[in-house]
């Protein structure tokens, strides 16, 4: 069973600190992803990676970087924290970006408050 | 601009009955639909398919329904029981032209099934 484990449960920063939130996943999947969860606005995808050292801007990039160093983790850069990025962050990994048959499986999420 | 959007915040349904959860899309492009049910304090979990070519899935208690002209699906569950209570996620699948699929959510229904 896949299994993408985020370190921390929930993180309390303060503004203008520099934030990293951390995910691993244990399947040997190609592709990583970092979402946030907003009440009335769903998931939205901020950036993903479809191999080592590469990624991908997703919708919402601005006040994010990534970094992808190894396969099996995909870290979540806040370079200057904001409270507006007081959110649920979850990453999720798939087996492959071009099949229909690769859902993603998620971590439990990242609780992040920006004071 | 919300290109997946669930109309309902919430719904409620006594257990033993039908619960349908409705999703409504923008973008014709779209070739894959999802649905990922979401427990608190846990990450989403893939629940059923269905592709831009078929207009019914059926897996156990859920059916998928796709209604391509009204570019309209919804997710029925019978018949419904307390352990369905969680927030469900519409989600939809388009290719870009790397190859690379691009995932995109909706807000979200919470769905309350009680005893």
């Known amino acids: 069973d896949v299994k993408v484990t985020q370190s921390s449960r929930y993180l309390v920063k303060r503004t203008g600190e520099k934030v990293f939130l951390e995910c691993v996943q244990d399947?040997?999947?190609?592709?990583m992803f970092w979402y946030r969860q907003d009440p009335g606005l769903g998931l939205r995808l901020i950036y993903f990676?479809?191999?080592?050292?590469?990624?991908e801007k997703g919708d919402i990039p601005e006040g994010y970087s990534v970094s992808r160093e190894k396969k099996e983790r995909f870290s979540l850069i806040l370079e200057s924290a904001s409270t507006n990025q007081t959110s649920m962050y979850l990453c999720?990994?798939?087996?492959?970006?071009?099949?229909?048959?690769?859902?993603?499986?998620f971590g439990n999420g990242t609780r992040l408050t920006v004071t | 601009d919300q290109q997946v959007k669930q109309n309902s915040p919430s719904l409620s349904v006594q257990e033993g009955r039908i619960s349908i959860l409705n999703c409504d899309y923008t973008?014709?492009?779209?070739?894959?639909f999802l649905w990922y049910k979401k427990y608190p304090a846990e990450g989403p979990t893939f629940l059923i398919s269905?592709?831009?070519?078929?207009d019914k899935n059926e897996d156990g208690r859920f059916t998928v329904f796709l209604n391509k002209s009204a570019k309209h699906l919804s997710l029925h569950i019978v018949p419904s029981q307390p352990g369905d209570s969680a927030v469900y996620f519409c989600?939809?699948?388009?290719?870009?032209?790397?190859?690379?699929?691009?995932?995109?959510f909706g807000t979200g229904t919470r769905l309350l099934v009680s005893p």
């Open positions: 999720a990994s798939s087996r492959s970006l071009s099949s229909y048959n690769s859902p993603l499986h």
């Open positions: 399947m040997d999947h190609e592709n």
């Open positions: 990676s479809y191999d080592v050292k590469m990624k």
């Open positions: 973008n014709s492009m779209f070739d894959y």
């Open positions: 269905i592709s831009s070519i078929k």
């Open positions: 989600a939809a699948i388009h290719f870009l032209n790397t190859g690379f699929q691009k995932l995109v």
